[in-house]
């Protein structure tokens, strides 16, 4: 084996990916599965990740195990840690890909709204990572967060005209916390030998929505160097870098996938 395809071979290493069966998060599991990982796929939609488990062993030829996990919950999160180290003895690679939020403008956002898109999407996941930890400092482990591009720069309003997939103020604010959150694990977390980097991605609209509208899907299309907008597999190979050994000298980092959108 060369030195490359050693440093990228997952074999006998478990990955946890919470939100496995989302529209990003199935891509994730697909890319460290062909990589000969475990995969626990977990969210609330239990159903859902069983159908994708069953997929990655026939196709991958790799053990994968569904689990339920709500991340309002501090005893479903701890159960999901104890099946996972029960079933694979380890966790290796963590993957924080769940998600769940309301569209709203500045207008119709209220209390509610903005306290169930940061308690989901930035208080659950603190709370996933630290019940990890112990594992992951047992394993020199691997934490990869998923924020966005809206986690470092604004929406721009002129985007979301006659569109009801508004971004709400929450979504920003939550991804930006994960941003920060990852720099200080990396710090705090190294002399566990533990390293944790973050992607950004964007634009990555679910396929119904730029469908329905085809006028936004344009807008945002213009709206980066690489002209398009993005697709789940163009979320494997940073995966896979920022997973595997590959990456064994990073740590603390937000790689932007967002086709340059950031650069203009």
Not at 60 to 88: G, H, K, Q
Not at 173 to 191: C, D, E, H, R, V
Not at 198 to 215: D, H, M, R
């Given at each position: 084996?060369?030195?490359?395809?050693?440093?990228?071979?997952?074999?006998g290493k478990t990955v946890l990916v919470a939100g496995g069966a989302g529209y990003l998060g199935t891509a994730f599991c697909e890319a460290l599965a062909e990589l000969g990982a475990n995969i626990v796929i977990a969210s609330r939609d239990v159903e859902k990740c069983s159908r994708l488990s069953d997929k990655l062993k026939r196709e991958?030829?790799?053990?994968?195990?569904?689990?339920?996990?709500?991340?309002?919950?501090?005893?479903?999160?701890?159960?999901?840690?104890?099946?996972?180290?029960?079933?694979?003895?380890?966790?290796?690679?963590?993957?924080?890909?769940?998600?769940?939020?309301?569209?709203?403008?500045?207008?119709?956002?209220?209390?509610?709204?903005?306290?169930?898109?940061?308690?989901?999407?930035?208080?659950?996941?603190?709370?996933?990572?630290?019940?990890?930890?112990?594992?992951?400092?047992?394993?020199?482990?691997?934490?990869?967060?998923?924020?966005?591009?809206?986690?470092?720069?604004?929406?721009?309003?002129?985007?979301?005209?006659?569109?009801?997939?508004?971004?709400?103020?929450?979504?920003?604010?939550?991804?930006?916390?994960?941003?920060?959150?990852?720099?200080?694990?990396?710090?705090?977390?190294?002399?566990?030998?533990?390293?944790?980097?973050?992607?950004?991605?964007?634009?990555?609209?679910?396929?119904?929505?730029?469908?329905?509208?085809?006028?936004?899907?344009?807008?945002?299309?213009?709206?980066?160097?690489?002209?398009?907008?993005?697709?789940?597999?163009?979320?494997?190979?940073?995966?896979?870098?920022?997973?595997?050994?590959?990456?064994?000298?990073?740590?603390?980092?937000?790689?932007?996938?967002?086709?340059?959108?950031?650069?203009?």
């Amino acid at each position: 084996m060369s030195i490359v395809n050693s440093l990228m071979d997952l074999s006998g290493k478990t990955v946890l990916v919470a939100g496995g069966a989302g529209y990003l998060g199935t891509a994730f599991c697909e890319a460290l599965a062909e990589l000969g990982a475990n995969i626990v796929i977990a969210s609330r939609d239990v159903e859902k990740c069983s159908r994708l488990s069953d997929k990655l062993k026939r196709e991958f030829n790799v053990s994968s195990r569904p689990c339920y996990l709500d991340l309002f919950d501090n005893e479903s999160i701890a159960s999901c840690i104890e099946f996972t180290t029960s079933e694979y003895k380890s966790i290796d690679v963590l993957i924080t890909s769940a998600w769940s939020g309301k569209k709203n403008s500045w207008d119709s956002i209220s209390n509610k709204d903005w306290d169930y898109d940061i308690e989901i999407c930035l208080n659950g996941i603190f709370r996933l990572v630290k019940e990890s930890t112990a594992a992951l400092k047992s394993s020199q482990g691997v934490i990869l967060t998923i924020s966005s591009m809206y986690g470092h720069i604004a929406p721009d309003y002129k985007l979301y005209e006659d569109v009801p997939q508004i971004n709400p103020p929450s979504y920003g604010a939550s991804k930006a916390g994960i941003i920060q959150l990852t720099k200080y694990l990396a710090s705090f977390l190294a002399p566990y030998g533990i390293r944790a980097n973050c992607i950004s991605p964007g634009a990555f609209p679910f396929k119904e929505i730029y469908t329905q509208y085809p006028e936004f899907a344009q807008r945002l299309c213009s709206k980066n160097p690489m002209g398009r907008i993005g697709e789940p597999d163009d979320l494997k190979g940073v995966a896979a870098l920022l997973c595997t050994d590959l990456s064994k000298y990073m740590t603390g980092q937000n790689i932007c996938v967002d086709g340059g959108w950031g650069a203009w």
